[in-house]
């Protein structure tokens, strides 16, 4: 079981950036896949980024494609997303989450995650 904390939300005007933090417990942090999801008021949780285990696969949604990068450092046990020219649509609580499947990148690939961290942009 690995323990997750999002860091890094906050308020941000339409074309800015914002940098997600995931620190995660666990002996076995660096054998997991790890993801970002995103949940907007009224929406279903929605898949944004996932990394393998050994960072050499990424994944991304199609709508945050070029614009969001993630990234993860075993060494520390953390997990980041960069999210660049962001858009009021990109407003939602982000929520880290790690998998012990090699690829996964759906809700229910994944076992645990964090509390989540608003992140909301003005336009």
């Known amino acids: 079981q690995v323990q997750l904390v999002e860091s890094g939300g906050g308020l941000v005007q339409a074309g800015g950036s914002l940098r997600l933090s995931c620190a995660a417990s666990g002996r076995t942090f660096s054998r997991y896949t790890m993801g970002w999801f995103r949940q907007a008021p009224g929406k279903e949780r929605e898949f944004v980024a996932a990394?393998?285990?050994?960072?050499?696969?990424?994944y991304y949604a199609d709508s945050v494609k070029g614009r969001f990068t993630i990234s993860k450092d075993n060494a520390k046990n953390m997990v980041y997303l960069q999210m660049n020219s962001l858009k009021p649509e990109d407003t939602a609580v982000y929520y880290c989450a790690s998998s012990p499947l090699s690829r996964a990148t759906t809700v229910a690939d994944f076992g645990s995650w964090g509390q989540g961290t608003q992140v909301t942009v003005s336009s």
């Open positions: 990394i393998s285990w050994r960072g050499d696969s990424t």
